[in-house]
């Protein structure tokens, strides 16, 4: 055994995750923070919009069917500015992600072999994954990300490392699964 990490998840691990994902996602700073002020402006702009079309079709009282085909637009635009909103609002995003977590409360451990890892907990039992399976690793400044596919991710908080240096897990994800870590800005 080279490393070993032993882990209840927190909501803030799960939040970190998220953040990593949007990372992800988005890695140019200037779109990530485009996106951050452009989504608001253009969900209120969308439901402004959907609200006076929706008002001004209901105060004429006219009813043909360009009124319905303003209506269905008018509908889109609401729910479209909804889900900008909504996309806007990360701290949003990681209380619903935790609410949905299943796992809360377990006890994770992994253990890192010469040629291969292991995930444990009560639910799942014993895995085991050959380092060829991790796909690209990212690191903060209390985690490691190692992801086997582009949305799922082994999370390790670099406090809870009950064997092995948290500092050189890196250079040791490098040699063994031939991945950079990434880190997340």
């Given at each position: ?7 209840v ?12 994902l ?8 200037n779109?990530?923070?485009a ?8 969900g209120?702009l969308?439901?402004?919009v959907?609200?006076?079309v ?12 360009i009124?319905i085909?303003?209506?269905?637009i ?10 900008l ?16 977590y299943?796992?809360k ?30 796909k690209?690793a ?17 999370m390790?908080?670099k ?5 092995g240096?948290?500092?050189t ?5 490098r040699?063994k ?6 880190l997340?800005?």
């Amino acid at each position: 055994m080279e490393y070993q990490v032993q882990m209840v998840y927190e909501q803030q691990d799960v939040a970190a995750l998220v953040r990593t994902l949007d990372f992800r996602r988005r890695p140019e700073k200037n779109l990530r923070m485009a996106r951050k002020i452009g989504y608001p402006i253009f969900g209120i702009l969308l439901l402004a919009v959907g609200i006076s079309v929706i008002g001004g079709t209901l105060s004429m009282g006219v009813f043909a069917p360009i009124t319905i085909l303003t209506l269905v637009i008018s509908l889109a635009c609401l729910l479209g500015g909804v889900a900008l909103l909504r996309r806007a609002d990360t701290k949003g995003m990681e209380r619903r992600s935790w609410a949905k977590y299943p796992n809360k409360g377990m006890t994770v451990t992994y253990t890192f072999y010469p040629d291969r890892f292991e995930e444990e907990d009560e639910v799942s039992g014993r895995n085991e994954f050959q380092y060829l399976s991790i796909k690209s690793a990212n690191e903060d400044e209390g985690h490691f990300f190692l992801f086997t596919s582009s949305n799922a991710a082994h999370m390790l908080r670099k406090d809870s490392f009950v064997c092995g240096d948290p500092a050189t897990f890196a250079a040791f994800l490098r040699k063994k699964a031939a991945v950079t870590t990434d880190l997340v800005e």
